[in-house]
């Protein structure tokens, strides 16, 4: 009696211990805080002479200073949208048949907090916004957040399940050996391309033109790097 009763007290620890991770998980997943800059964005735009009267807008991520200030923020927001093709990749995130969005390309942006400057996601990649790359990224991979404008997918991820694994670099090495047939292609037209390197195959993920073994090795070395973060 004495044991059964610790074995049932065992896995109600457990049971509760797993709980408490799933809430915490959840919570710290959460995306529905309130929108601290969206009166900016409607003033910036106003004054831009923009139609501010039907629009969309939230924000993604906080970047926080040394200060513990926010210092900026990605948000995806459009007051318009037009029917379109455009792709771009930005780094190992490729977005494709995003329509025409305005006022930002894809319908993402970096606010600059401090500056009170707005930059759609292609001007802001190639400026020192600390942490911007990594933590879109995230973000952008994040089953929590909602992308609309367009199809986003992983380089690498060649079973396209949303999630770059060990899985895939078993089946490009599979598709090396001709064990499976490529089932990997990109269906890119690059004169539609908004920024970014021309991509013909998710297994390309070292952007060389080619896939190859060193692919492998690249997306072996960046789950390590995944898994140590």
Not at 48 to 61: P, R, V
Not at 93 to 122: H, Q, R, W
Request: proline share 1%; aromatic share 14%; net charge negative.
């Amino acid at each position: 009696m004495v044991i059964i009763m610790k074995k049932v007290f065992s896995f109600l620890l457990a049971l509760i211990v797993l709980t408490s991770y799933c809430v915490a998980s959840v919570q710290a997943a959460d995306y529905s805080a309130k929108n601290h800059f969206e009166m900016k964005f409607v003033d910036y735009f106003t004054e831009k002479g923009c139609d501010m009267t039907s629009y969309n807008y939230s924000e993604l991520f906080y970047h926080y200073n040394d200060s513990e200030k926010i210092d900026w923020c990605l948000i995806s927001a459009d007051c318009s949208v037009e029917p379109g093709m455009c792709h771009a990749v930005f780094d190992d995130i490729i977005i494709t048949n995003a329509g025409s969005v305005y006022p930002f390309k894809f319908g993402l942006a970096v606010y600059d907090v401090v500056n009170n400057e707005f930059y759609d996601i292609c001007e802001a990649w190639d400026m020192n916004f600390a942490q911007l790359h990594e933590m879109f990224y995230n973000t952008m991979t994040d089953k929590n957040v909602s992308y609309d404008y367009g199809t986003v997918q992983i380089l690498g991820d060649v079973d396209r399940n949303g999630v770059l694994s060990i899985v895939d670099a078993t089946l490009i090495q599979k598709y090396l050996a001709e064990i499976l047939p490529r089932d990997d292609r990109l269906d890119i037209d690059f004169s539609l391309l908004q920024y970014g390197f021309n991509l013909t195959c998710l297994s390309d993920y070292n952007k060389d033109g080619y896939c190859t073994i060193e692919d492998v090795t690249s997306i072996q070395k960046r789950l390590v790097d995944i898994i140590s973060e």
